[in-house]
């Protein structure tokens, strides 16, 4: 079953569907997630909640010079 994520809002979801190709007949399961224009992002919340914070102990294992040339 193939899926997408749209981002949309309420009122234009039929329109980005049909958009997309998506037929008005086809059968869609639709999560629905309302974002709070204030709320913080995923990355922000984690690091706001200090889960991480043990980290900063950790030795740098790696630094630029470990870098090499991009594979191609």
């Known amino acids: 079953m193939p899926a997408i994520v749209l981002e949309a809002v309420a009122g234009q979801l039929s329109a980005e569907l049909a958009r997309r190709g998506i037929a008005a007949d086809a059968r869609v399961h639709a999560v629905v997630e309302?974002?709070?224009?204030?709320s913080l992002p995923m990355a922000a919340i984690a690091e706001a909640g200090g889960a991480f914070d043990w980290l900063q102990d950790e030795p740098a294992l790696y630094t630029d010079a470990d870098l090499t040339a991009p594979i191609r």
Do not use: N, Q, V, Y
Request: neutral net charge.
């Open 34 to 38: 309302i974002r709070d224009p204030g």
